[in-house]
């Protein structure tokens, strides 16, 4: 069975930076490519950022350079580090492993002063 749990998010000022984790089991995580997705208040779940079998990355527009991803072959971890958050990033970011349509619980990240 696959499973994907999300860690690491929380309360942080305008300006801050938090640093996400997506633990994987149940896969050959090597073989995999990993997405983060996020769903803000109100708004439809989208696409952050998606790290390749291979490590190749790409992001969403709205990351503009602000957001990172990478991914740690030996512990089978993905992660997603923010930067520059405004309280436009505040919600819901979950881990997706899309091959096998498999989403984590979540993780919560709340932008504010």
């Known amino acids: 069975q696959v499973r994907l749990v999300e860690s690491g998010g929380g309360l942080v000022q305008p300006g801050g930076s938090l640093g996400l984790s997506c633990g994987v089991s149940g896969l050959t995580f090597s073989r995999e490519g990993i997405s983060w997705y996020r769903q803000r208040p109100e708004k439809e779940r989208e696409f952050v950022a998606h790290v390749a079998r291979g490590g190749t990355t790409n992001y969403a527009d709205f990351v503009k350079g602000r957001f990172a991803i990478s991914r740690d072959n030996r512990k089978s971890i993905v992660y997603l580090q923010l930067n520059k958050l405004t309280p436009d990033d505040t919600g819901v970011y979950y881990c997706?492993?899309?091959?096998?349509?498999?989403w984590g619980q979540g993780t919560q990240v709340t932008v504010s002063s």
């Open positions: 997706n492993a899309p091959a096998r349509s498999a």
